[in-house]
Every structure is written in C-alpha cells, then in structure tokens.
C-alpha cells in the first residue's frame, strides 16, 4: 500500500480501536445523537481541529481555502437500534457491539483522517469537508446529510460517505419510501363484543396480502414490514394497529406503482365502523452516477492501492442526498464486519487498517495537496 507521503504516518490499529470503543460506548439511537455529536467534536477541539456543530446538528470541519468548490466526506454517527450503552468486547480478532462497523468504522476513520490532513501542514488544492452527520438511520431519513447538502449546495462539487462494506462502491442510490399506515375501530371486550373488527387482525391480514404482491426482480424491488404496535390488553379488541413499511427500488416510477399497490390493500380492507391510515414518514430520494464517472475512478484506483478489487453496488445511503440534488456522490466502507442493526454487531478491526489506507489514498486522489 502507497501511503501519501504528504500525510502524517498512519494511526496505529491499537488508537483506531480505543477511539472505536470510546465512540461506540457513547449511546446514539435514531433522532437521539446528541451525546455522541458532542463526543466527537470534543474530541476533534481535543485535537486542535476547528470542529463546529451546524443547524442541522452534524459536526462539521472545513479544510483549505482555495476558491473552488469542495469535496465532502460524510460519516453518519447515529446507531440503527436503541440498545442503551453499548460495552464493546474484544474477542478473536473482533470488536463486538452494536454500531461497532455500523457506522463507528466510519466515523473512527474519518475523524483520524481529519487529524492526519490538518495536521498535515499543507493546503489542498480543493477544500475538504469533514462531516459526521445525524439522521441516516431509522426514521432520520437524511437529515443530517440533508441538512449539509442544502446549506452547501453552491459549494460542493461531490459528496463520498464513508459506511458499509470495505471494497464496495455504492454509485447508484436506491430511493425508498417510508410508510406509516393501520387502522382504527371501536374496539370492545374480547367475550361480549366478539365478532366487532378487530384493527390488529385487520393488519395481519393486510401484511398477509403484502407478503403476496408481486414484486420485479429487474428493477429490483422490496419490501418489509419492520415494526408492529397495537392492542391494549389481551382480552380487549384491539381499537388500533399499525405498522410501519419500508418500500424500496432502483427505479423510482415502480416505488411509486408499489407505494399505490400498499394503500389500496389497506383501503381495501377498512369498511365502516373501520377507518385507515397510511402516511409517508420518510423518502429518500434516488439517483445514480456514471460507473465511469471520476469519483468512481478515484474510488476504486484507492482500493487497488490496498490490494481490493471494487465492487461497484447500489444501495441506500447518505450519498442520496447529494444525488437527489444533483450533486455526484458515492459510498464507499472502510471496514469489515457481520450482523449490522443487530446487537450481536461486530467489526474485523484489522480491515481498520485497510479502510484507513483506502480513506487516505481518496483523499490524496480528491484534495491533491500543494
């Protein structure tokens, strides 16, 4: 592997990994990262580094000057589940705990990243944002990377978020829709009032209908109902139900036929005294980049420096709130890992050194420093 020779040496595995647990021991459950943004810029400040927290409540740091428009690196801090304070435990190679490699990899890279670049001493011919951002998972839906976007607009020639699988590039953001939708009924006691509709066998029944819909292989197409809530008491008829859907494509004009398909079978069931709802709680735009295009040739010129052949994927990251507005952006991991949005989560924290050697070859590809 060819480390710039601008950069400071390489930190070692021993920092990456206690800097990882320190972070992943700081609770950050969607909509509720505040502890952890707080984490990080301490750190960063700790550092020498100008961190700063934005509107939106990302940490945000600015290196170089040159008037051009910049690059940004993105790492989202939040943890997919709230699981309280996480203790990570090393074992056999691995560091167990839940946002471990989702997306602590990420955020421990980039933060040394930063530290190595201004530490560095030189002037990047693009400047470089480094951006730890809330809100990518859950019900986030972008906001922090949103946030950034918006407020950056004018200025940001390309976006690459660091999370994922080491040796994957994300060009193609895959749109998604987040549906809220149940039902409600006059409910009543589960012996004198039987045979009243009950709102949660009314939503098994439309999951069940869910589960039959016909879905498209090419353009890929999916499904899942992640929550379910409902009822009062076991021998009460349940008054209310719902549950809460995730709808995703590669081709936005599908997510939308799939998103009708949903309400009608839930339209379809509710008959008086039955009422319905089905609201959008969340929509990710979608959007692609050439496989050709230059950030795609930086990224995967990158890997090859550690030895990683790329693969070139599609997903749903924070990328697609730099593509939904027209801006090219991609994702890239920087670690390897197992059982992500579960607590069983796990990272190899060797791959740490791998995914810090392939976040310093884009950087040295991106910011050509004089």
């Not at 946030?147 to 994957?168: M, N, Q, W, Y």
């Not at 509709?197 to 009314?202: K, N, Q």
Request: glycine share 12%; with cysteine; aromatic share 6%.
């Amino acid at each position: 592997m060819a480390w710039p020779a601008w950069l400071p040496a390489a930190s070692p595995l021993t920092d990456l990994v206690r800097d990882l647990s320190a972070l992943v021991a700081v609770p950050a459950p969607p909509l509720r990262e505040e502890g952890r943004v707080q984490a990080i810029r301490d750190w960063l400040t700790a550092c020498g580094l100008p961190a700063q927290i934005d509107p939106t409540g990302n940490v945000v740091l600015r290196w170089g000057t040159a008037r051009r428009r910049a690059m940004a690196f993105l790492a989202h801090v939040d943890t997919a589940l709230d699981v309280g304070v996480v203790k990570p435990r090393l074992a056999d190679g691995r560091l167990y705990g839940h946002g471990t490699a989702d997306n602590g990899s990420g955020l421990v890279v980039l933060s040394h990243l930063a530290v190595l670049a201004f530490r560095s001493g030189r002037e990047p011919r693009r400047p470089i944002y480094f951006v730890f951002n809330v809100g990518e998972e859950g019900l986030g839906d972008l906001r922090g990377a949103r946030g950034f976007v918006a407020e950056h607009k004018s200025d940001l020639e390309g976006v690459v978020a660091l999370d994922g699988r080491l040796g994957d590039i994300v060009y193609q953001g895959i749109a998604s829709r987040r549906l809220d939708a149940g039902f409600e009924t006059t409910g009543g006691h589960s012996w004198s009032d039987f045979g009243s509709p009950s709102a949660i066998h009314l939503l098994g029944q439309a999951i069940a209908r869910l589960g039959d819909l016909s879905l498209p292989h090419t353009p890929r197409t999916t499904l899942n109902v992640g929550i379910i809530e409902g009822g009062s008491a076991v021998n009460a008829i349940a008054r209310d139900a719902h549950c809460l859907i995730d709808l995703r494509s590669e081709d936005v004009r599908v997510l939308r036929r799939l998103e009708k398909d949903v309400r009608v079978v839930f339209q379809d069931l509710a008959r008086m005294p039955v009422k319905f709802h089905c609201q959008c709680i969340g929509d990710r735009p979608g959007g692609t980049v050439d496989r050709d295009h230059p950030l795609v040739h930086d990224a995967t010129w990158a890997l090859a420096n550690i030895g990683l052949a790329a693969n070139l994927t599609a997903g749903s990251t924070d990328a697609n709130a730099a593509l939904g507005q027209g801006i090219p952006g991609i994702c890239c991991g920087v670690g390897r890992g197992g059982f992500a949005h579960t607590p069983d989560e796990w990272l190899d924290v060797a791959s740490l050194a791998d995914g810090m050697g392939f976040a310093a070859g884009l950087l040295d590809r991106l910011a050509q420093p004089v």
